[in-house]
């Protein structure tokens, strides 16, 4: 298996480095990229870039130059959901752009589309279920600098919608307005509905994991991202060197029939 995992963030990426073995690192136009292998598996991580284009062309690389056969999109988002809470731990089922064109008739919406163009994409079920199944009964413990921004000393590992646009969301109504009446999204970010609608063209199974970084509409939230930005990162990275074995080992089964 050759496992695509991508970040847009120096430091969602630097903090992945450490838990892959044989590791080499190199560039490619505007892409740092560290190969590396877990359980024999060879991982590429790419630094993207932020933003919508930075990460569809992100995958195109993947697919491209390293034949992957699953890309993985990780990194912070911002919650628009109350029960939600800095640290806490998205496994992303569905992504939409939130910034393209809703007109008045998005109440319209059917199950695959929202106005004329945005279009919801869906995680692939399988890696979806295994990362449910693989986090069932599993608890995440914040750092130790993480529980002065919080309450709670673990995470809430939980399913749900995410929207995706360039520019970040400082409230909800930086969202097009009516999308939230239709589409139940639960967390911001700039990046995962473009590698979904690029891994779609490519027919390459993707799933997005994100940890809150900060809750929409709180200032006081926002400004502690720029304080607590590493150890969320390294949050986020325990998170996935729990999950990846997993869901490598499935992917390959799967794959073999």
């Given at each position: 298996?050759?496992?695509?995992?991508?970040?847009?963030?120096?430091?969602?990426?630097?903090?992945?480095?450490?838990?892959?073995?044989?590791?080499?690192?190199?560039?490619?136009?505007?892409?740092?990229?560290?190969?590396?292998?877990?359980?024999?598996?060879?991982?590429?991580?790419?630094?993207?870039?932020?933003?919508?284009?930075?990460?569809?062309?992100?995958?195109?690389?993947?697919?491209?130059?390293?034949?992957?056969?699953?890309?993985?999109?990780?990194?912070?988002?911002?919650?628009?959901?109350n029960?939600?809470?800095?640290?806490?731990?998205?496994?992303?089922?569905?992504?939409?752009?939130?910034?393209?064109?809703?007109?008045?008739?998005?109440?319209?919406?059917?199950?695959?589309?929202?106005?004329?163009?945005?279009?919801?994409?869906?995680?692939?079920?399988?890696?979806?279920?295994t990362?449910?199944?693989?986090?069932?009964?599993?608890?995440?413990?914040?750092?130790?600098?993480?529980?002065?921004?919080?309450?709670?000393?673990?995470?809430?590992i939980?399913?749900?919608?995410?929207?995706?646009?360039d520019?970040?969301?400082?409230?909800?109504?930086?969202?097009?307005?009516?999308?939230?009446?239709?589409?139940?999204?639960?967390?911001?970010?700039?990046?995962?509905?473009?590698?979904?609608?690029?891994?779609?063209?490519?027919?390459?199974?993707?799933v997005?994991?994100?940890?809150?970084?900060?809750?929409?509409?709180?200032?006081?939230?926002?400004?502690?991202?720029?304080?607590?930005?590493?150890?969320?990162?390294?949050?986020?990275?325990?998170?996935?060197?729990?999950?990846?074995?997993?869901?490598?080992?499935?992917?390959?089964?799967?794959?073999?029939?």
């Open positions: 298996m050759n496992i695509g995992i991508m970040c847009a963030m120096k430091e969602e990426y630097k903090e992945l480095i450490p838990y892959l073995t044989d590791v080499h690192s190199s560039s490619f136009q505007q892409f740092e990229i560290t190969k590396g292998k877990i359980n024999h598996n060879q991982i590429s991580l790419i630094l993207s870039g932020i933003g919508k284009v930075s990460a569809a062309l992100a995958v195109d690389y993947l697919v491209a130059k390293e034949d992957v056969d699953l890309i993985i999109v990780a990194g912070l988002a911002g919650s628009l959901d029960k939600l809470q800095i640290g806490d731990i998205v496994l992303v089922d569905q992504a939409v752009a939130h910034d393209c064109w809703h007109p008045d008739f998005i109440k319209n919406w059917n199950k695959d589309i929202i106005s004329c163009g945005s279009r919801v994409y869906k995680t692939n079920g399988l890696l979806l279920d990362l449910a199944e693989a986090t069932e009964n599993f608890e995440l413990d914040f750092p130790e600098r993480l529980t002065r921004i919080t309450k709670n000393k673990s995470s809430q939980v399913t749900g919608a995410i929207a995706t646009g520019l970040p969301v400082l409230s909800r109504t930086d969202i097009s307005q009516g999308l939230l009446d239709v589409y139940p999204a639960i967390c911001v970010d700039m990046e995962t509905a473009a590698v979904y609608q690029a891994a779609v063209l490519h027919s390459i199974p993707c997005s994991v994100r940890c809150i970084s900060d809750i929409v509409g709180h200032q006081q939230s926002v400004l502690a991202i720029l304080r607590y930005v590493q150890p969320l990162c390294q949050h986020l990275a325990s998170f996935l060197s729990y999950v990846l074995p997993v869901l490598i080992e499935k992917q390959r089964k799967f794959k073999e029939g």
